[in-house]
T-cell receptor, first 113, second 110 residues
Framework: KAGVTQTPRYLIKTRGQQVTLSCSPI?????VSWYQQTPGQGLQFLFE?????QRNKGNFPGRFSGRQFSNSRSEMNVSTLELGDSALYLC???WGVGTDTQYFGPGTRLTVL | QKEVEQDPGPLSVPEGAIVSLNCTYS??????FMWYRQYSRKGPELLMY????GNKEDGRFTAQVDKSSKYISLFIRDSQPSDSATYLC??????????FGKGTRLHILP
C-alpha cells in the first residue's frame, strides 16, 4: 500500500511569508505527527493529531499550527516565516496513538530566504 | 543537559565489522526506546523498539537498554554498505511525546 506522502517536496519562501504543508497518511492510519529536522537541533516534535484533535504539542511558538481533516489528511501552517524556520518538515502516520509504530514521509524541505 | 545525547559521528567502519551506536538520556520517565534509520533524502524508518531493560534481537540488529545507567545501544553485526545511513535513537514517556537524538552518521566502507 502507498506510504506517507508529503507535498510539496521543496519550497522556497521569504521572511514574513506564511506556508502550508500537506501530509497524506497511510490509508487507515488515524494519527499524524509533525516534526522539524535541522542539523543543529535534530528531529523535534511539533504536534500530533488523532481523529481531528490535537493530542500533543511540542515546544514551538504559536506561529506553528496544524489541523487534521476527517479523512486523516493533515496540514501544518507556519506564519511570519523566519530564517530559522528553514528545515526538513517530516510527517509521520500511525494506526493509533502512543507507542504505535510511526511511518515517516519523505519530508518537505523548506528554505526561508 | 540535553534529554537525549547521541554522538553525531561520522562513524566509519569496514564492511563485516560490528557497529555499536549509543545514546544516553537524563529523563528517568522514559519507558519506550526506539532506533530509527534514515537514508539521505528519506524520512526515518523504525528499526527496533523496546520498553524494557535488556537485549532485543532482530536479524543482524540488537537493541540494548540499561535503564539503571540511562544508556541504550544498537549493535549491527556483519555490517553492509547498505547499512550506511544516519541512525537516530528515540525515546518516549507516558505522555507519548517522542524525543529524538540528533543521529549518528554511519559509513560502512566496502
Amino acid at each position: 500500500k502507498a506510504g506517507v506522502t508529503q507535498t510539496p517536496r521543496y519550497l522556497i519562501k521569504t521572511r514574513g511569508q506564511q506556508v502550508t504543508l500537506s501530509c497524506s497518511p497511510i490509508s487507515g492510519h488515524r494519527s499524524v505527527s509533525w516534526y522539524q529536522q535541522t542539523p543543529g537541533q535534530g528531529l523535534q516534535f511539533l504536534f500530533e493529531y488523532f481523529s481531528e484533535t490535537q493530542r500533543n504539542k511540542g515546544n514551538f511558538p504559536g506561529r506553528f499550527s496544524g489541523r487534521q481533516f476527517s479523512n486523516s489528511r493533515s496540514e501544518m501552517n507556519v506564519s511570519t516565516l523566519e530564517l530559522g524556520d528553514s528545515a526538513l518538515y517530516l510527517c509521520a502516520s500511525a494506526w493509533g496513538v502512543g507507542t504505535d509504530t510511526q511511518y515517516f514521509g519523505p519530508g518537505t524541505r523548506l528554505t526561508v530566504l | 543537559q540535553k534529554e537525549v545525547e547521541q554522538d553525531p559521528g561520522p562513524l566509519s567502519v569496514p564492511e563485516g565489522a560490528i557497529v555499536s551506536l549509543n545514546c544516553t538520556y537524563s529523563n528517568s520517565a522514559f519507558q519506550y526506546f526506539m532506533w530509527y534509520r534514515q537514508y539521505s533524502r528519506k524520512g526515518p524508518e523504525l528499526l527496533m523498539y523496546t520498553y524494557s531493560s535488556g537485549n532485543k534481537e532482530d536479524g543482524r540488529f540488537t537493541a540494548q537498554v540499561d535503564k539503571s545507567s540511562k544508556y541504550i545501544s544498537l549493535f549491527i553485526r556483519d555490517s553492509q554498505p547498505s547499512d550506511s545511513a544516519t541512525y537516530l535513537c528515540a525515546m518516549s514517556d507516558r505522555d507519548d511525546k517522542i524525543i529524538f537524538g540528533k543521529g549518528t552518521r554511519l559509513h560502512i566502507l566496502p
